[in-house]
């Protein structure tokens, strides 16, 4: 399987995507480092989530937003684009399961924005640090030597890219690498809006559902794979 996913991150020149993602991150940083300090003066009442104060609120916020997008766009790169311009005829010609095949492109998705969101997170947090004390940015609440930051920034990171895969059966369905992105953009402003004063991100009972629904979007991505035609 590793062999299939270094394979496909070739195939589809990940370099390219190593650059739009450090791209993203430096933009990300010009966004959050004025707004940061702008907040950090202000009153502000409802400023804690999960014990990492509102800097670390706007990093979760930015960089989850961000990365369920590029999740998307790479899926609809390495998935979906292959069947709406008929090249999956040939990689399925191989004397491999399609399913494995299928598999192993999902996972080369997966696991690069899942170290991309991690890698950012991080790169975003120690920027904070070292520019807070310039900025007059309060980051003594983040807390990176504690245990739970660490899961946390795990758990959360891959749920987040996870979720993304709920856009890729819309996508197949419409052939439609435009349709994959859209659901994407629409799934951010479902599972990072509001409903009155209640944080949806904030309930682990949204993310399980979102969780099965990303299960339940993988398996039917692959489960008729090896019979369905591809015309």
Not at 44 to 68: A, C, Q, S
Not at 137 to 143: D, G, K, P, Q, R
């Amino acid at each position: 399987m590793m062999k299939l996913i270094r394979l496909e991150w070739k195939k589809n020149n990940i370099l390219k995507y190593v650059r739009n993602a450090a791209v993203m991150t430096a933009v990300l940083v010009l966004l959050i480092l004025p707004m940061a300090g702008e907040l950090q003066s202000e009153e502000v009442d409802d400023v804690f989530l999960h014990g990492m104060g509102i800097v670390g609120t706007m990093v979760k916020l930015f960089v989850e937003v961000v990365y369920i997008v590029f999740t998307a766009v790479m899926l609809a790169s390495f998935i979906v684009s292959a069947y709406a311009k008929k090249t999956m005829h040939l990689m399925f010609s191989y004397p491999i399961r399609r399913r494995k095949i299928l598999l192993s492109q999902m996972a080369a998705v997966w696991i690069f924005n899942m170290a991309g969101m991690i890698a950012s997170k991080l790169l975003i947090y120690g920027i904070l640090l070292l520019s807070g004390p310039f900025l007059g940015i309060s980051t003594a609440i983040l807390e990176l030597g504690a245990l739970s930051f660490w899961i946390d920034l795990l758990l959360r990171s891959a749920a987040m890219v996870s979720i993304a895969y709920i856009t890729l059966p819309v996508g197949l369905k419409m052939k439609s690498s435009k349709a994959t992105i859209v659901t994407a953009v629409i799934l951010v402003c479902f599972t990072h809006g509001n409903i009155g004063p209640v944080r949806l991100t904030d309930n682990i009972l949204f993310f399980v559902i979102l969780f099965v629904l990303s299960a339940a979007s993988v398996y039917l991505s692959v489960c008729n794979v090896e019979t369905k035609d591809l015309i």
